[in-house]
């Protein structure tokens, strides 16, 4: 294995790795700086030299899927078409949960990564659900339409995060999740 | 206004709603029982007549919707007919998520009612979703059922809690999450 820069790369893969799966053992407000360290078998010091503050961490490990979830809201918004627009944003919001499971279940259950993120996100998750919910339900403020809506987007997070689902293939569990949210917000079932 | 145990009822009823909403507020793990003392007025003595731990103030504030959610499952287990026992917990489950909104809203955002309630109750809510789902789902293991009932039950909640829908008045937001509900499990739309 090459030593120097590659190395230093792999151990923050690690690190962010192992700190996610502490964080969903313990909440984030319950994983210290030296459990993260002592779970890979380094000093504290090889974790500062990554990362100064827990928070620093949690953003970094918060910060691929939320990167995702805010391009395919913003290419949404650009397509003209209402019908396009809703396909978009619920197969690229899919497809997000789908690949960011554990990250998805950890915002479901535990509001400390909420408030470890508020330091520098404003309220990530806040924006994007109001974002998302204004491009499924659109200008009418239709009660039917945003109930619909609400449902398909917390129930596709928390299905999709859910350790019920956890033996299930991204392929196969993709495809159900699209399935109930097309019937949800009364699109097709299959986008050819 | 008479003197006696009505009143000490009437601060009994005022306590638990007072700490459910410092429980909204602060987090179940970030109220004392002297902040709920201060907001009621009271001394933190006067708390202790009703309650000795905080947990006891949890339990109570949690009872009312937890037994009203398990008595739907035990109707709803009774039926005979599989299309007469999701309409009947479906409904009922409904009912208890608009009645007992803000309690439901706690439950999903604040780990620390589960992990006060885990004391006396075995992990009520995993009980009551693996009976509501089994129920929802039945005997057959598919696939696109379980994520469908997933999905609805978990939207169903976190809709029905949302603080979007706060100033929908109960009846027609039974009405909306009825709709949705129905259309997910695949039942007629009306019940007639």
């Keep these: ?3 120097g820069p590659a190395t230093q790369e792999d151990t923050r893969t ?3 790795a192992t700190a996610l799966r502490l964080f969903t053992e313990h909440g984030v407000e319950g994983t210290s700086l030296q459990m993260i360290a002592d779970a890979l078998g380094v000093t ?3 974790v500062y030299y990554h990362f100064k503050t827990k928070d620093e961490i949690v953003e970094a490990v918060a910060e691929p899927g939320l ?3 805010g ?3 913003d290419e ?3 397509l003209r078409r209402r019908g396009a627009r809703i396909d978009h944003l619920l197969t690229g919001f899919v497809d997000t949960v789908v690949r960011h499971r554990a990250l998805v279940a950890l915002f479901s259950s535990d509001p400390g990564i909420a408030r470890a993120l508020a330091r520098t996100w404003t309220s990530p998750e806040e924006n994007f659900s109001v974002r998302i919910l204004g491009i499924l339900v659109g200008e009418e403020s239709d009660l039917n339409r945003m109930v619909a809506a609400h449902v398909a987007v917390a129930g596709i997070a928390l299905a999709g995060g859910s350790p019920q689902f956890a033996g299930v293939d991204d392929d196969t569990l ?3 999740l ?3 949210g097309r019937r949800l917000l009364g699109r097709p079932r299959r986008v050819s």
Tied chains: 1, 2.
Excluded: G, N, T, Y
Aim: charged content about 35%; cysteine-free.
């Design 76 to 78: 949404a918004s650009r």
């Design 174 to 176: 993709r495809e159900q």
């Design 44 to 46: 504290k010091a090889a």
């Design 178 to 180: 699209l399935d109930v």
């Design 1 to 3: 294995m090459a030593a």
């Design 67 to 69: 990167r995702e979830l």
């Design 14 to 16: 690690r690190l962010l």
């Design 71 to 73: 391009q395919v809201i």
